[in-house]
């Protein structure tokens, strides 16, 4: 069983930043891969980004390329989404999630094994 956490977000001003954890616990030794999700009132949950466990490779969302960074910190086992130049189409409820193994599809939600609480991020125009 593996427990995600996330912490950060809040509110922010178009063009601003933001930055949210996520830590991982439990058996991460099986973990593949960490992403982030998010959900905006009314929408379905999409996917932002995804790191693989090792942290060797990354992948974006189009709508967040260039502008949102995730990396690993491998000694406290936490996945860091840096977010700049905000928007306010960024606002929404952020999931952190994990995936328990291998798996050619890591865009999607229904991939992902373990999720955190979410975490609401605001920005305003």
């Known amino acids: 069983q593996v427990e995600v956490v996330e912490s950060g977000g809040g509110l922010a001003q178009a063009g601003g930043s933001l930055r949210l954890s996520c830590a991982a616990s439990?058996?991460?030794?099986?973990?593949?891969?960490m992403g982030w999700f998010r959900q905006a009132p009314g929408k379905e949950r999409e996917f932002v980004a995804v790191i693989t466990w090792s942290g060797s490779s990354t992948h974006y969302a189009d709508s967040v390329e260039g502008r949102f960074t995730i990396s690993k910190d491998n000694a406290k086992n936490t996945v860091i989404l840096q977010m700049d130049s905000l928007k306010p189409e960024d606002t929404g409820v952020y999931f952190c999630?994990?995936?328990?193994?291998?798996?050619?599809?890591?865009?999607?939600?229904?991939?992902?094994?373990?999720w955190g609480q979410g975490t609401q991020v605001t920005v305003s125009s």
């Open positions: 999630a994990a995936m328990g193994e291998y798996r050619v599809v890591i865009d999607r939600p229904q991939e992902y094994d373990y």
């Open positions: 439990g058996r991460t030794i099986d973990l593949y891969a």
